[in-house]
């Protein structure tokens, strides 16, 4: 008996069939993913919100896509928790929860929401719920008409920083200048010796030398180069003879010849004594000569006292001698004074460049250039920006000022499409940028025409004098995935209240569903980069609804 035969159609039982079908669908049931949808309720007051949770139950290594954005509408979306993972054996249950919420009464139905597990689509069932009006007491309380949008002056919170900056620059600055300039710094012990007055120095140098270790070492030129030295430069400064650079022999001819004018009452045996000591000292340098110690010793004595006498036998200064002096420590304290304010011109002056050349290699001269002397579209781009909703239906979009309502009148063979129009609008007559934005709720539940609105648009900028150059279009997507239409280009844009045209660039948004539509209108000069990043900003906020 064949074995192959117990399995044939003849020999398999109406029970067994069925046995077999269920065991199949079964492990086929357990292997597809299942996919559900709950409300923690269906009724809530205006602003309260919905938890509704989406779960997906599947093989533990699937990829489940969860709705994201405006899906939920009529209902908004406040929140998207994180997803919750809970594995069960060789599956896995998946739960994300979202609140949502509406501000207007009334029966709402949340659609079917589409979710992508393992590439294959699966929609949950929709679900209705009640919103309900909160209720007012009129009575007791006031009802106020709603106020006027007024203009608010502008934050000065950026031009403080700005100047406490510059402050904090010129305060460093002034420090580095009076440190190095303008303080008084401790003199040295040399210093102060070059202070005294030329007889004091001389005396007190001659002590010095009375204290070194010169004869000691028998080290007699250093001996004889400094004391000669010293009643040299005595000489040079109260005699006002060139005494450092000329040799003994004219040093004392020049000496006898003051004597012999009155103007150095000197004794004739000083000079012989003077002449003496500069004698030994020539052939202590020139010669190798090496006195004894004793004799060093008197010729400094001697040196000592032939600065003595030639302090006596100068005349006492006169008055115009004395005046003469006065007028010349003025002018040089005024010369070390324009020295310092020179000093301090060069150093500032250095600074700056050098701070300047460092900001410009850093950010380049067009910005440092528009930061100095001011841009009007690079304040608009680096002040606060404004995230706002504009319109019914809303737009929502950030920009760099509050746009303010336009009064629009329809023209009659409007009316009878559009039911109502707003709209919204910021220009900058400086940098020639404008955004607006309009909001258009239309007679009947039909599809907008954007290519019609597109023409429209574009007559209306050439009657204002602009001449369009280029048009292209394509897609757009708003932040949520809100699909839209992009019309954009560039063309010769007039300036108000001028006949000039400058090069321009302009984008427009279209958006829209059953009964509505929303535009979105940009434009600009076509060299201004911060205009241009101004536009790709507030593109990556626009934020429209999909239903009325």
């Given at each position: 008996?064949?074995?192959?035969?117990?399995?044939?159609?003849?020999?398999?039982?109406?029970?067994?069939?069925?046995?077999?079908?269920?065991?199949?669908?079964?492990?086929?049931?357990?292997?597809?993913?299942?996919?559900?949808?709950?409300?923690?309720?269906?009724?809530?007051?205006?602003?309260?919100?919905?938890?509704?949770?989406?779960?997906?139950?599947?093989?533990?290594?699937?990829?489940?896509?969860?709705?994201?954005?405006?899906?939920?509408?009529?209902?908004?979306?406040?929140?998207?928790?994180?997803?919750?993972?809970?594995?069960?054996?060789?599956?896995?249950?998946?739960?994300?929860?979202?609140?949502?919420?509406?501000?207007?009464?009334?029966?709402?139905?949340?659609?079917?929401?589409?979710?992508?597990?393992?590439?294959?689509?699966?929609?949950?069932?929709?679900?209705?719920?009640?919103?309900?009006?909160?209720?007012?007491?009129?009575?007791?309380?006031?009802?106020?008409?709603?106020?006027?949008?007024?203009?608010?002056?502008?934050?000065?919170?950026?031009?403080?920083?700005?100047?406490?900056?510059?402050?904090?620059?010129?305060?460093?600055?002034?420090?580095?200048?009076?440190?190095?300039?303008?303080?008084?710094?401790?003199?040295?012990?040399?210093?102060?010796?070059?202070?005294?007055?030329?007889?004091?120095?001389?005396?007190?140098?001659?002590?010095?030398?009375?204290?070194?270790?010169?004869?000691?070492?028998?080290?007699?030129?250093?001996?004889?180069?400094?004391?000669?030295?010293?009643?040299?430069?005595?000489?040079?400064?109260?005699?006002?003879?060139?005494?450092?650079?000329?040799?003994?022999?004219?040093?004392?001819?020049?000496?006898?010849?003051?004597?012999?004018?009155?103007?150095?009452?000197?004794?004739?045996?000083?000079?012989?004594?003077?002449?003496?000591?500069?004698?030994?000292?020539?052939?202590?340098?020139?010669?190798?000569?090496?006195?004894?110690?004793?004799?060093?010793?008197?010729?400094?004595?001697?040196?000592?006292?032939?600065?003595?006498?030639?302090?006596?036998?100068?005349?006492?200064?006169?008055?115009?001698?004395?005046?003469?002096?006065?007028?010349?420590?003025?002018?040089?304290?005024?010369?070390?004074?324009?020295?310092?304010?020179?000093?301090?011109?060069?150093?500032?002056?250095?600074?700056?460049?050098?701070?300047?050349?460092?900001?410009?290699?850093?950010?380049?001269?067009?910005?440092?250039?528009?930061?100095?002397?001011?841009?009007?579209?690079?304040?608009?781009?680096?002040?606060?920006?404004?995230?706002?909703?504009?319109?019914?239906?809303?737009?929502?979009?950030?920009?760099?000022?509050?746009?303010?309502?336009?009064?629009?009148?329809?023209?009659p063979e409007a009316q009878a499409n559009i039911k109502e129009i707003q709209a919204f609008a910021y220009r900058s007559s400086l940098g020639l940028f404008t955004v607006a934005t309009t909001s258009m709720t239309l007679t009947q539940a039909v599809d907008p025409n954007f290519e019609q609105t597109a023409e429209q648009l574009l007559k209306a900028f050439e009657a204002q004098g602009n001449k369009i150059i280029t048009t292209k279009e394509?897609?757009?997507?708003?932040?949520?995935?809100?699909?839209?239409?992009?019309?954009?280009?560039?063309?010769?844009?007039?300036?108000?209240?001028?006949?000039?045209?400058?090069?321009?660039?302009?984008?427009?948004?279209?958006?829209?569903?059953?009964?509505?539509?929303?535009?979105?209108?940009?434009?600009?000069?076509?060299?201004?980069?911060?205009?241009?990043?101004?536009?790709?900003?507030?593109?990556?906020?626009?934020?429209?609804?999909?239903?009325?």
């Amino acid at each position: 008996m064949n074995n192959y035969k117990l399995f044939s159609p003849k020999r398999i039982s109406l029970g067994t069939l069925i046995l077999i079908l269920f065991f199949c669908f079964k492990g086929i049931s357990q292997n597809l993913p299942s996919v559900s949808s709950a409300v923690d309720t269906t009724a809530i007051k205006i602003g309260e919100q919905i938890r509704y949770k989406i779960t997906v139950e599947a093989d533990s290594s699937a990829q489940v896509i969860f709705p994201e954005g405006q899906t939920f509408s009529p209902l908004e979306t406040v929140e998207a928790l994180k997803t919750d993972t809970v594995k069960k054996q060789d599956r896995v249950s998946l739960q994300r929860i979202y609140a949502l919420t509406q501000f207007d009464s009334g029966a709402y139905t949340i659609p079917k929401q589409y979710i992508v597990v393992n590439g294959k689509s699966f929609f949950t069932d929709s679900i209705q719920v009640h919103v309900a009006n909160v209720p007012v007491d009129t009575l007791t309380q006031k009802l106020y008409d709603i106020k006027p949008i007024i203009q608010v002056e502008k934050s000065n919170s950026g031009l403080w920083k700005i100047i406490l900056g510059i402050l904090g620059v010129l305060i460093l600055l002034g420090g580095l200048v009076y440190w190095f300039v303008f303080r008084k710094k401790p003199l040295t012990a040399a210093e102060k010796i070059a202070l005294l007055p030329p007889f004091d120095r001389a005396i007190l140098e001659l002590k010095e030398l009375e204290n070194s270790k010169y004869l000691i070492q028998d080290d007699f030129k250093s001996y004889y180069s400094e004391l000669t030295d010293i009643v040299r430069s005595y000489l040079e400064e109260e005699v006002h003879v060139t005494a450092l650079e000329s040799t003994t022999d004219q040093l004392i001819d020049t000496l006898e010849m003051m004597k012999d004018a009155g103007q150095l009452k000197l004794e004739e045996d000083t000079i012989k004594q003077f002449k003496k000591v500069l004698q030994t000292s020539d052939l202590v340098k020139f010669a190798k000569s090496k006195p004894e110690t004793s004799v060093a010793e008197q010729d400094r004595k001697s040196v000592e006292q032939i600065v003595i006498k030639t302090k006596e036998a100068i005349p006492e200064p006169t008055e115009e001698d004395l005046l003469q002096r006065e007028e010349y420590l003025e002018a040089l304290a005024k010369k070390n004074q324009k020295k310092k304010l020179v000093l301090t011109a060069v150093i500032g002056i250095s600074i700056l460049l050098i701070a300047g050349v460092a900001t410009i290699g850093y950010y380049g001269f067009g910005y440092v250039k528009d930061t100095v002397l001011g841009h009007p579209t690079k304040e608009l781009l680096e002040g606060e920006w404004v995230q706002s909703d504009y319109g019914n239906p809303p737009i929502g979009l950030q920009t760099p000022k509050v746009l303010l309502r336009q009064p629009v009148k329809l023209p009659p063979e409007a009316q009878a499409n559009i039911k109502e129009i707003q709209a919204f609008a910021y220009r900058s007559s400086l940098g020639l940028f404008t955004v607006a934005t309009t909001s258009m709720t239309l007679t009947q539940a039909v599809d907008p025409n954007f290519e019609q609105t597109a023409e429209q648009l574009l007559k209306a900028f050439e009657a204002q004098g602009n001449k369009i150059i280029t048009t292209k279009e394509e897609e757009f997507y708003s932040v949520s995935g809100v699909k839209g239409a992009k019309l954009y280009g560039s063309g010769k844009f007039s300036v108000p209240e001028s006949n000039e045209l400058v090069d321009g660039k302009y984008v427009i948004l279209f958006f829209g569903g059953k009964g509505f539509q929303q535009n979105i209108m940009l434009s600009w000069l076509s060299e201004d980069a911060y205009a241009e990043q101004i536009v790709d900003k507030i593109l990556n906020t626009v934020e429209v609804k999909t239903t009325l």
